[in-house]
């Protein structure tokens, strides 16, 4: 069964940094591009960052891009988010999702989630 399981989440302050983990199990993951999706409490889902099968190529949301730095090792089956400046803003449930990739990286559906890490950014 494949698994997408995320970590490294927890209360921080504003202005700090927090980095975020997606281990991937039983799924052939170089061939997958990684997406991180957030939920801010009591709001629907929000599009972070991709990043392709060979990690050459990533996007970020307009309000992330200078902030937020996805990366990745195929070798672990590991996904990285590197949040920097937090802002209360950013507080939600964050979950990556794998799609098999075809050149997109920001697609429509994905194959699989993860159950989510909780981020909250609060004084």
């Known amino acids: 069964e494949v698994q997408l399981v995320e970590s490294g989440g927890g209360l921080v302050q504003p202005g700090r940094s927090l980095r975020l983990s997606c281990a991937a199990s039983?799924?052939?993951?170089?061939?997958?591009?990684i997406n991180w999706v957030r939920q801010a409490p009591g709001k629907g889902l929000e599009w972070v960052s991709g990043?392709?099968?060979?990690?050459?190529?990533?996007v970020y949301a307009d309000s992330m891009k200078d902030r937020f730095t996805i990366s990745r090792d195929n070798a672990e089956n590991m996904v990285y988010l590197q949040m920097t400046s937090l802002e209360p803003e950013d507080t939600a449930v964050y979950y990556c999702?794998?799609?098999?990739?075809?050149?997109?990286?920001?697609?429509?559906?994905?194959?699989?989630w993860g159950q989510g890490t909780q981020v909250t950014v609060s004084s």
């Open positions: 990043i392709d099968t060979s990690a050459e190529n990533t």
């Open positions: 999702a794998a799609k098999y990739y075809r050149g997109s990286l920001q697609p429509d559906d994905y194959d699989y």
């Open positions: 039983e799924i052939t993951f170089s061939s997958y591009a």
